[in-house]
């Protein structure tokens, strides 16, 4: 299977994917799990591991939105979906307990540990399949420790497209008003609405840290993504939604 950043030895075989495991796989099985018994099914079901040592997971079928799929999330229903699968896998896995001796894979350091969050739900990672309506958030890796705040405001960068790049971005108004209609399908409170627009750019600017230390340690393949521009990408996002904070207070609480 080919795409993202770290896919080397990742396969499908016949309904399941295999990938390679690491530290954290115990303990993001027991998460998935968990969320498969609770009830959420916007994540794949953890199926052990196989002969070859590799971590079994269900295969979910269809195409992420990004990047040549972005458009599709352009209705407003579609983009409030992505908020309420969001806050579905919080409410599923406040009722979690990690294993004693979990071990994680998080790679930007959290704000807050209020419950197991995923640290990357974006659009690389959320696979659609139109014809069985089907939402899956794949990639459980960085699960580990943080807020739902955290996982939001990520998510909301991500989704809603609070971006620099001319690609991407909207006119403020309306980036303000899709970031409205994502917190209300979310169902953030006031409290957590003034808490959020602090967290947009701050969680913004750790994925451009992380890349710089990252770099600068020639940690692959975060020195290539950096070498490519990821780093300067994510730091102009960071500056686009700082500038931005009164607007998306604004939007939010209005």
Do not use: K
């Amino acid at each position: 299977m080919t795409g993202g950043n770290v896919s080397q030895g990742v396969v499908r075989v016949a309904d399941t994917v295999r990938r390679p495991t690491g530290p954290w796989t115990p303990a993001v099985h027991a998460l998935l799990d968990h969320l498969h018994r609770a009830g959420y099914r916007g994540a794949p079901r953890p199926l052990g591991t196989d002969a070859q040592g590799r971590e079994v997971l269900s295969f979910a079928p269809g195409h992420t939105f990004w990047p040549e799929r972005m458009d599709r999330l352009a209705p407003p229903e579609r983009l409030c979906r992505v908020a309420r699968l969001i806050r579905e896998f919080h409410e599923a896995v406040a009722g979690f307990s990690p294993p004693a001796d979990a071990r994680w894979g998080t790679a930007v350091p959290a704000e807050g540990a209020e419950i197991i969050a995923h640290h990357d739900l974006a659009p690389w990672n959320l696979v659609v399949d139109e014809a069985a309506d089907s939402w899956v958030f794949i990639d459980w890796d960085n699960a580990g420790p943080g807020s739902r705040l955290w996982d939001l405001a990520y998510a909301a960068q991500g989704f809603v497209r609070l971006t620099a790049n001319p690609a991407f971005t909207r006119p403020d108004e309306q980036a303000a008003s899709r970031l409205r209609a994502f917190a209300d399908a979310y169902g953030l409170d006031e409290a957590e609405r003034r808490a959020l627009v602090p967290l947009l750019g701050r969680r913004t600017r750790a994925m451009y840290e992380f890349l710089r230390d990252r770099s600068a340690r020639g940690t692959e393949p975060w020195a290539t993504h950096w070498r490519a521009g990821h780093g300067r990408a994510w730091r102009e996002d960071a500056e686009y939604v700082e500038q931005r904070a009164a607007l998306w207070t604004r939007a939010l609480l209005d």
